[in-house]
Structure formats: C-alpha cells, structure tokens
C-alpha cells in the first residue's frame, strides 16, 4: 500500500520538477517582460496574451515531458505492470492544467494540445515496463 502511494507522489514530484526545468528554460529563451510579478495574475494573464507561440509551446513541451516523466517514474516505483498509477499523476495534472487554462487567456490550440499531452503519461508507463522487460530478457 505504501508503495502505491509512493508511486503517484514519486510520479508527481518527477512530473512537477520536469515542467519546471523546461518552462524555466522557456524563460531564458523568450523572457518575460522587465519587471513583470510572477504574483500578480492580471499582468500575468496580459503577458499569455501577448506571448510568442515560441513562448506558449514551452509550456506544452513542459507539459509533454513532465507526462511522460510523471508516467515512467510512477510505474517504476509502483514495481508492477498496473496503468492505475501513471493514470492517476495524469488526472492529476490534467486538472491543474485545465484550472491554469481556464483562469489564463490562453488560445484554443493550447487548450487542445494542453489536454492532449496528458496522455503522454501511458507512454511512460510503456516505457517502464519495456525497460522491465528488456532487463529480464538479458538475464536470460
């Protein structure tokens, strides 16, 4: 039981510091404006809608990664073949990224690519179990 617990908050907190690194690295690509609070939300909402697609696709990519990331990890310290695990981090995110999509200004492209990459979250979890697998087969 532990362990299953284990796996969504490992898959959570790999997830999270994944987007992290990538929308950082967003941010030194395509900065946001001099003087911009983080904090306040309506300068936040006035800069997603003036922000470079360059700018926004960092986000999804964040997104992206941090599915596939949040899936891979939450199946290897789950030690088992269940989906249930990366399916969880996923609903997770899925609905933090929909509360973030509705309370920002963000464009119908990034709606549909932003609920999209979610699902990235079973590639993971087939990639844990392909490594798994490939392990085992050179045992033999």
Request: with cysteine.
């Amino acid at each position: 039981m532990f362990r299953r617990i284990l796996a969504v908050l490992g898959g959570l907190f790999f997830g999270v510091v994944t987007i992290t690194i990538v929308e950082k690295l967003g941010h030194y690509f395509f900065p946001r404006p001099v003087g911009m609070n983080e904090n306040d939300m309506e300068a936040l909402k006035q800069y997603v809608e003036t922000a470079p697609i360059m700018a926004l696709l960092f986000v999804i990519l964040g997104y992206a990664m941090g599915a596939l990331i949040a899936g891979f990890s939450a199946t290897k310290i789950a030690g088992d073949s269940k989906k249930i695990y990366a399916i969880i981090c996923g609903v997770i995110f899925l609905l933090q990224g929909i509360y973030m999509m509705y309370i920002l200004p963000t464009p119908i492209w990034f709606w549909v690519l932003g609920i999209a990459v979610w699902g990235l979250v079973l590639v993971g979890h087939t990639l844990a179990l392909n490594k798994r697998n490939n392990k085992r087969n050179n045992k033999i």
